[in-house]
Nanobody, 127 residues
Framework: QVQLVESGGGLVQAGGSLRLSCAAS????????MAWFRQAPGKEREFVAGITWSGGSGGSRYNADSVKGRFTISRDNAKSTVYLQMNSLKPEDTAVYYC?????????????????WGQGTQVTVSS
């Protein structure tokens, strides 16, 4: 098991930027594929971005179409942390953002593929 703690959420104006962090503790971080999901009020939790475990596709990254060109996922295995850099934020990006992890997984956009979740951090983008 791995424990995940997100941080970095907040209130930002449209066009602004935020960087989310997810610190992991427990089993070797490099063995986990990491992902960010988000859930807006009244909507399903949706995939935002993922990055493979280090021994798989070597940290390959995948983004949802809705955030391509604006959001970037990265990982620092030495710090057991995954990041989500969010630029050019839009009001429709407002949601609770969750970090997820799963051992040796090919990045999946399905939330059912991930067994480890953080508590979430709120991101609010004002127009």
């Amino acid at each position: 098991q791995v424990q995940l703690v997100e941080s970095g959420g907040g209130l930002v104006q449209a066009g602004g930027s935020l960087r989310l962090s997810c610190a992991a503790s427990g089993r070797p971080f490099s063995s986990y594929t990491m992902a960010w999901f988000r859930q807006a009020p009244g909507k399903e939790r949706e995939f935002v971005a993922g990055i493979t475990w280090s021994g798989g596709s070597g940290g390959s990254r995948y983004n949802a179409d809705s955030v391509k060109g604006r959001f970037t996922i990265s990982r620092d295995n030495a710090k057991s942390t995954v990041y989500l850099q969010m630029n050019s934020l839009k009001p429709e990006d407002t949601a609770v953002y969750y970090c997820a992890a799963q051992l040796y997984l090919v990045v999946s956009a399905s939330k059912e593929a991930y067994k480890n979740w953080g508590q979430g951090t709120q991101v609010t983008v004002s127009s």
